[in-house]
């Protein structure tokens, strides 16, 4: 479509009418009410970059496995964007920033409806910079700004839905998503500055608990956190 609020808001529209089947993919040139991460906004030029938001009711996934589905979507991101920039070092950033050269490129808001602990759907909202030029902010980055080419948006949603798929499909391959996922996974093992609350704290990022938390390892002990409860500052 043109122009919309925000694919995922349309996205739960369709399941709450039960209006939506498996797999329906809304794609937008222009969202004005982008949503992103933790309340905050997701700003994306018109017609320049891919937004769009997947309806999916998994199978076999409980609620306390959602996180699972976050790893793929991650994964399935960070691999489009690899093939596309096959010299460049492409990282998921807890919980699901896709970096390129520590630049974000992509972002992911995946939102469930839960009933009786099992997820009865989930919209997936990806939202990717291809050509944008200019970023407010600096630690931003796009498809143009990392080959200076220009691409067809349409043409490559295509290809990018391929690849989700594929991983979708793959979904309850656990140990391979979870190694994927560590192996790809922004900051691993270095000691890396965080702001837990009112402090600034320095912490080695250990991985991802089963809960989808980061593990950290601050001096001697292991904590685990939700996305609320920090901040990256590295
Ligand atoms: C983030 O990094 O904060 C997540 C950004 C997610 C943006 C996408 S764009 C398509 C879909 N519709 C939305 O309103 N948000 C997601």
Redesign the pocket.
Known sequence: MQRV???????SKLIAEKNAQNKTV?F?HE?F??????N?A?E?KSHL?????IIFFPKKITAQQVFQLNKVISLAVRQYVSEKLPSSKVQVKWP??ILVNRK?I????VENQINADKIASS?I????NVNQKQFARFEATSLFLETERLFNTREELLKFLVIIDLYLENLSQKSAIDSEYLANLYLLNELAEFQIGQDKTKATICGVDEFGRLSLQIDDKFRHFDIKELRFLS
């Open positions: 609020d925000s694919t995922n808001i349309y996205a809304i937008a969202q009410a982008g949503k992103g991460q933790k905050s997701w994306s970059n891919l937004t769009f938001s699901n920033d974000k992509a972002g992911i808001l919209v909202g990806i939202g990717l």
